[in-house]
């Protein structure tokens, strides 16, 4: 037990407010877990879905507000930010010169002007749009009438 508390010493401290964990053991004579997710209290609220698929995999889903997470980084930390948001940037306007570089496949979509707008405010670049991916690597899934 004395390692839990000092390990959510260290987030508490380094104020980290959700991470992931492996081979946790919370009580050894009756469970045993490979992977564990651990977050703050506050964002009890905002969790839709927590499951585990099996003892090596787990999954949780918050409804968050990504704008409020990221003004919570502090200055002097670098910021990466993955996520699925299913947007599809296109070309860059003059407006988005300093997020995108250029490279991209599809029509702009709402979710690729939020991640337009997102990054310009925050200073961030859309790293993919960086490098020239050739198009068949960006396919998912072609047939005679459709591709995506």
């Not at 968050?64 to 948001?85: Q, S």
Request: proline share 1%; hydrophobic share 40%.
């Amino acid at each position: 037990m004395g390692k839990s508390i000092e390990f959510v010493k260290i987030l508490k401290k380094r104020t980290i407010i959700i991470t992931c964990v492996q081979d946790t053991r919370w009580d050894v004579s009756r469970y045993r877990n490979r992977v564990g997710i651990l977050f703050d209290g506050d964002l009890q609220e905002q969790v839709v879905e927590a499951r585990r698929i099996n003892e090596k995999m787990m999954m949780i889903k918050l409804v968050v507000d990504l704008d409020v997470v990221v003004r919570g980084i502090p200055n002097m930390e670098k910021t990466f930010i993955g996520g699925d948001i299913n947007g599809k940037i296109r070309e860059a306007s003059s407006d988005f010169d300093d997020v995108h570089e250029g490279y991209c496949f599809a029509e702009r979509n709402g979710g690729g002007g939020f991640l337009l707008d997102f990054a310009k405010h925050f200073y961030l670049v859309i790293a993919n749009s960086y490098f020239l991916i050739l198009q068949n690597n960006l396919e998912t899934f072609r047939s005679t009438i459709a591709m995506t």
